[in-house]
């Protein structure tokens, strides 16, 4: 039942898509007597044309464009609908690396968490205030809010 | 998620109660040089919506 009806979908939609899709039309055109002249050209054209149209989304995304153009390029390049916890990109709104040129903070606060190994007391004082300096710092370059601490001293792991 | 460490239980508890964005530490294994345990970790910080922040990979050479 399932095959059926999987069969009879591809089916339609290769139908659809042969008479509706500009690659198709163009294609068809040119596999005929007077039109086989103009393949190389066309098909030239069309890896420019496909290229350009690549280059540009990708570039529209890594820009922070809409989720729309992550989309499209997902599905062009995978040639099926994204799954957003497969696809390898940002389609769910959230990147998963993220260079410091793409950062863009949220309105929602920080907080930080240091972890100070067993020793004497007073590395450990240091060791907070190091990491503490170096968490202030970042988050002064990253424009983010600081909201709460939480520090473990004397614990390894 | 066995960790003896009281204030991360805090901040796990505090990340899962409350709207925060980032977690930020100063290196990465802050949070635990242990993987299975960083992976832990960074499953409860993801479920609550929390970005982890390594500060030394975002402080620049010249105050590492």
């Known amino acids: 039942m399932i095959f059926v009806a999987s069969w009879a979908l591809s089916s339609r939609l290769y139908g659809l898509a042969q008479r509706f899709c500009p690659s198709n039309i163009v294609i068809r055109r040119v596999h005929t007597r007077t039109g086989i002249k103009w393949g190389p050209l066309i098909g030239a054209a069309g890896v420019i044309v496909y290229g350009l149209l690549l280059v540009a989304t990708g570039t529209i995304v890594r820009d922070g464009g809409p989720g729309s153009a992550t989309r499209r390029r997902c599905c062009c390049v995978t040639g099926n609908a994204p799954t957003p916890p497969t696809c390898g990109c940002p389609c769910t709104g959230r990147a998963g690396v993220m260079s410091a040129e793409d950062w863009s903070p949220s309105d929602l606060p920080a907080v930080s968490y240091i972890r100070v190994a067993p020793t004497t007391t007073d590395e450990a004082a240091r060791e907070v205030e190091r990491q503490r300096a170096r968490i202030a710092l970042a988050a002064q370059r990253l424009g983010l809010r600081m909201a709460d601490e939480f520090v473990d001293v004397g614990y390894s792991g | ?64």
Not at chain 2, 24 to 45: G, K, M, N, Y
């Open chain 2, 1 to 64: 998620m066995s960790m003896g460490r009281p204030d991360l239980r805090r901040l796990l508890d505090h990340v899962a109660a409350n709207q925060v964005g980032y977690c930020v530490v100063a290196t990465r294994d802050r949070l635990s040089e242990d993987p299975e345990q960083a992976a832990d970790i960074d499953q409860a910080l993801d479920d609550a919506l929390a970005a982890i922040v390594v500060a030394a990979d975002n402080t620049g050479p010249a105050a590492n």
